[in-house]
Every structure is written in C-alpha cells, then in structure tokens.
C-alpha cells in the first residue's frame, strides 16, 4: 500500500525567501502526483499536477519536480510571499480507485 | 462557474441522531470521493463512486453511507455508528476514464458533536 511522508511538518521563513517542501512516497508505480494548497478552514487547492513521464512541472512561483527512482518530489517556491502561508499536502492515486493518498502536510508560514 | 458545492458549511450533531451531508458538481466528472480530514494529518478516503448508481467502501467506511443517484450528487450520511464524527469533511471529483486529470475539492463541512 502506498504510503506518503511530508517534511517538515511545519516551516516558518522570513519573506523573499526560496524555499522546498519535500514529499516521499513508497511506491515508484504512480500515474502522477499532485500538490495542493489548503488554507485555514477550507477546501483544498490544486497547484500541480506532475506526471509520471514528467521530470518537472512549472506554475509561476512555483516548480514541482518528480524523481520516481527515489521516490521523492519536492515543491520550490521562489521569492516567498506572505499569501503564500498556508498548509501544502501531495497526493497520488491509487492505480485501481483513482482515489488520493495524502501526506499529512506541511504548514507554511511566511513571515511579513 | 463550474466547481463542486458542499453544504452546510458547519454542522452540528446530537447523540445518536443522523446528519447528511451535501455534495453537488457542475463539472461532468464521472468520479466522485468523499475524504476526511483530522487535525494535523492527511485526508482519508471513506466512500468513492465512479459512476452513477455505484459506490465502493474507501479506507474508512464504517459509520458511514453514501448514495449516487445522479452524476451531479454525492451526498454522505454520517450515521449514529460513528463514535466520532468530528472532523473536517471533503468532497472531491474526477474523470474517471482519463488519469492524469485533477481531482477537485469543495470547500469542506465541519461536523461537530454537540
């Protein structure tokens, strides 16, 4: 079964900043990965979807990239910003349920 | 707009009493999943649907029933079986037949215990 590991749990960092979030995963048989953002009380937010062809996937600030080998993807974001603070969970599907399995996040803060 | 719609935004249960929850989407996703989210920690999935009229147990499933009468609804029953209900609630939805598209997620019901 696949499982899904986020460190660190929690990162403060002061703004400007560059910055990864570290996602490792157990199984290198994926389709694809997905960063999302949740902030406080809401629903989450898809920020990439990365596949599993892929080595990299670029949104603005922000790049993903993908090393299946090793089982890791990482999330850099450049140039932090307060907005930014918010807690970012990946996921990957299942094969056969097409449902998500999460990590349990990484809480970011981004001091003004 | 398309997106996926949850309600109420807050719910409040009794002992032994049963509380539905309320997914709707204008996405014409095929897929459809109900997760639950405790503090500090990952989602976990308790019912998934990928079609109408069909519905499969998820990780955490006891306590818990769906129903998928139409493509557009996937609404959750919070049964008095489950001993604890508090939590954060989200509905997420798919194309099932294509894999590498996103799922999207509502903005949550928080269900507490009164």
């Known amino acids: 079964k696949q499982e899904v590991t986020q460190i660190p749990a929690a990162l403060s960092v002061p703004e400007g900043e560059n910055l990864v979030l570290n996602c490792s995963f157990t199984d290198s048989a994926i389709y694809n990965l997905q960063w999302f953002r949740q902030d406080p009380g809401k629903g989450l937010t898809s920020l990439l979807l990365i596949q599993s062809s892929q080595r990299e996937q670029t949104s603005g600030r922000l790049n993903a990239s993908l090393d299946k080998s090793s089982g890791r993807s990482t999330l850099y974001i450049a140039a932090s910003q307060p907005g930014d603070s918010a807690t970012y969970l990946c996921a990957i599907p299942d094969t056969g349920r097409r449902a998500l399995t999460f990590g349990s996040g990484t809480r970011l803060q981004v001091q003004p | 707009d398309g997106g996926i719609t949850q309600s109420p935004k807050y719910l409040f249960r009794k002992e032994g009493q049963n509380v539905t929850l309320s997914c709707e989407q204008n996405l014409n996703h095929d897929a459809m999943y109900w997760y639950r989210q405790d503090p500090g920690q990952g989602l976990r999935l308790i019912y998934y649907?990928?079609?109408?009229?069909?519905?499969q147990k998820g990780d955490i499933a006891e306590g818990y029933s769906v129903s998928r009468e139409k493509k557009e609804s996937f609404p959750l029953t919070v049964t008095s079986a489950q001993k604890n209900p508090t939590a954060f609630y989200l509905c997420a939805s798919s194309f099932d037949r294509v894999v590498n598209q996103p799922q999207h997620f509502g903005d949550g019901t928080r269900l507490s215990i009164l």
């Open positions: 649907s990928q079609i109408v009229n069909d519905f």
